[in-house]
T-cell receptor
Framework: GDSVTQMEGPVTLSEEAFLTINCTYT??????LFWYVQYPGEGLQLLLKATKADDKGSNKGFEATYRKETTSFHLEKGSVQVSDSAVYFC??????????FGAGTTVTVRA | DAGVTQSPTHLIKTRGQQVTLRCSPKSGHDTVSWYQQALGQGPQFIFQYYEEEERQRGNFPDRFSGHQFPNYSSELNVNALLLGDSALYLCASSNGGGYYEQYFGPGTRLTVT
């Protein structure tokens, strides 16, 4: 079945550091890929998405590129802020009704 | 524009009891999906409701059931609660029975003692 594997956390960074969270997937078809973010005490928010190979999703300074050859969708941000501290989830849907999520990566940014 | 709302926020139940969680979708949405998020894990899909019918179901036992009302709101019912049912239950809404742009509510934290 479909599955998502993400880099284990927690990740602790200083402000303005570069952030990368690795995500790889297994799917039988041609999935759409997502990154969701969960801030403390809040629900999941869609951060960015990509629906086909080589698409780049971007939002709030975050980027991720859909790499079919390596089945990856790594999340990057060039300069993190304290406000980026959250749990990040990589997810996919294989043209189905459900989202399949990774285990999540906790990111803490120190001032 | 109201987002997805869920009630209650927190709930404590005893093993063997039954619980009902509620969800109101984002304005304009007609599809509701439910997910279970255990501590330290990613959300797991329970089921999706569209046009008042269960459209797809994840790997959850029949103790988990749901309902969708004509106004598109939804309930999740869990019978014969087990300790392992303790989790954050998330509701997500979308439009047209699809999977794109699922908007999540803040969740209901269920603790089973």
């Amino acid at each position: 079945g479909d599955s998502v594997t993400q880099m284990e956390g927690p990740v602790t960074l200083s402000e303005e550091a570069f952030l990368t969270i690795n995500c790889t997937y297994t799917a039988t078809g041609y999935p759409s890929l997502f990154w969701y973010v969960q801030y403390p005490g809040e629900g999941l928010q869609l951060l960015l998405k990509a629906t086909k190979a080589d698409d780049k999703g971007s939002n709030k300074g975050f980027e991720a590129t859909y790499r079919k050859e390596t089945t990856s969708f790594h999340l990057e941000k060039g300069s993190v802020q304290v406000s980026d501290s959250a749990v990040y989830f990589c997810a996919l849907t294989d043209n189905d009704y459900k989202l399949s999520f990774g285990a999540g990566t906790t990111v803490t940014v120190r001032a | 524009d109201a987002g997805v709302t869920q009630s209650p926020t927190h709930l404590i139940k005893t093993r063997g009891q039954q619980v009902t969680l509620r969800c109101s979708p984002k304005s304009g949405h007609d599809t509701v999906s439910w997910y279970q998020q255990a501590l330290g894990q990613g959300p797991q899909f329970i089921f999706q409701y569209y046009e008042e019918e269960e459209r797809q179901r994840g790997n959850f036992p029949d103790r988990f059931s749901g309902h969708q009302f004509p106004n598109y709101s939804s309930e999740l019912n869990v019978n014969a609660l087990l300790l392992g049912d303790s989790a954050l239950y998330l509701c997500a809404s979308s439009n047209g029975g699809g999977y794109y742009e699922q908007y999540f509510g803040p969740g209901t934290r269920l603790t089973v003692t």
